[in-house]
């Protein structure tokens, strides 16, 4: 069964550098999705991406944070100055259209820890 | 958006019946209904997905009354592996949001 993977599984970084986490969509889905969650807490829309654009976005993806689907596979979540609260767990999701019955798939997830 | 409430946590012994409600009281004309598991460190994984009245699959049943304000998600006869966290959404197109979630815990 095809899924969503996400690389790496966990990153450890300093406050105020740059991360990229990646995520490699189901191949036919042409929707993709960043979700966040911070230990003990919900899961949080970050983003929604289509034809290389930004569908939506909420009040935490701010000028800190962009996306982008550099090739015809992957698409990254960048958090240019990291900081303490951007520790969680960082989800990748994808769907083939943005019809609501179509299914999100979700990663694995990516731990982001930052000291 | 539609936001959603849930109960935040239900125990349940194995074997038996859980159901647990989910109520979205400003849901949109397009909005489905659709129900996640979440395991500790894990995706949240698609359980069960609907519109109005009834969905049934291998796993669970949905109910959506007629002013779908509310759903129930329904698992029958539960074991200890279903011990997770059930996520109701409400939504279409390019924004979700997920509430706080129920964690239901099995016990033997």
């Known amino acids: 069964e095809p899924e969503v993977t996400q690389t790496p599984s966990h990153q450890v970084t300093q406050m105020g550098q740059e991360v990229i986490l990646r995520c490699v969509p189901i191949?036919?889905?042409?929707?993709f999705y960043w979700y966040r969650q911070i230990l003990g807490q919900k899961v949080e829309f970050l983003v929604s991406?289509?034809?290389?654009?930004?569908?939506?976005k909420s009040e935490i993806f701010d000028d800190q944070f962009s996306v982008e689907r550099p090739d015809g596979s992957n698409f990254t979540l960048k958090i240019r100055s990291t900081k303490l609260e951007d520790s969680a767990m960082y989800f990748c999701?994808?769907?083939?259209?943005?019809?609501?019955?179509?299914?999100?798939?979700f990663g694995p997830g990516t731990r982001l820890t930052v000291l | 958006l539609a936001k959603t409430t849930q109960p935040i946590s239900m125990d349940s012994y194995e074997g038996q019946e859980v159901n647990i409600t989910c109520s979205h009281n400003?849901?949109?004309?397009?909005?489905?209904i659709t129900w996640y598991q979440q395991f500790p460190s894990q995706g949240p994984r698609f359980i069960i997905q609907?519109?109005?009245t009834k969905v049934t699959n291998e796993v669970a049943s949905l109910f959506i009354p007629a002013d779908r304000k509310s759903s129930t998600l329904s698992l029958p006869r539960v074991s200890l592996s279903d011990t997770a966290v059930y996520y109701c959404?409400?939504?279409?197109?390019?924004?979700?949001?997920f509430g706080t979630g129920t964690s239901l815990t099995v016990i033997p």
């Open positions: 400003n849901i949109a004309t397009n909005d489905y």
């Open positions: 959404l409400v939504g279409t197109g390019n924004q979700f949001y």
């Open positions: 999701a994808s769907r083939v259209a943005p019809f609501s019955t179509d299914t999100q798939y």
């Open positions: 191949s036919n889905h042409l929707y």
């Open positions: 991406f289509y034809n290389n654009e930004i569908s939506e």
């Open positions: 609907g519109y109005k």
